[in-house]
């Protein structure tokens, strides 16, 4: 039985969600990515350090659970925020019999895709 993502082809492997799902501190982060977050916000949410946060959410982005979004403006300098970009995942056999994986992607990103704050 091989492992194969359902999706198109510009969607990340299956090995990668499964890895990202599997790491305590990403589902951590997922849980409180209820609206986009800046690096910093979610290290203190999560009580992990930077480095660790940084690491973890390039895990998540690169599995496609989680987004960067536009950044907040601070003066002439952006912080990017990050928001969790999943209704439901879906881990089951296609018709040839190979595990697959299907996310379903939040309806809602959109309102947060463009979200900018000026100082």
């Not at 849980?31 to 999560?46: K, N």
């Not at 959410?57 to 002439?76: F, K, P």
Request: proline share 3%.
């Amino acid at each position: 039985m091989s492992l194969e993502f359902s999706s198109s082809d510009d969607t990340p492997a299956f090995e990668c969600v499964i890895a990202a799902l599997d790491d305590d501190s990403c589902r951590e982060i997922i849980r409180v990515l209820e609206e986009p977050m800046t690096v910093h916000d979610i290290a203190e949410a999560t009580d992990h350090p930077l480095s660790t946060t940084y690491r973890k959410l390039d895990l998540l982005t690169d599995a496609g659970l989680v987004e960067e979004t536009a950044g907040v403006r601070h003066g002439s300098h952006r912080t990017a925020r990050y928001v969790a970009n999943l209704d439901r995942i879906s881990i089951g056999l296609d018709d040839d019999n190979e595990l697959c994986a299907d996310i379903d992607r939040s309806s809602g990103l959109g309102i947060w895709s463009n979200t900018q704050r000026e100082s």
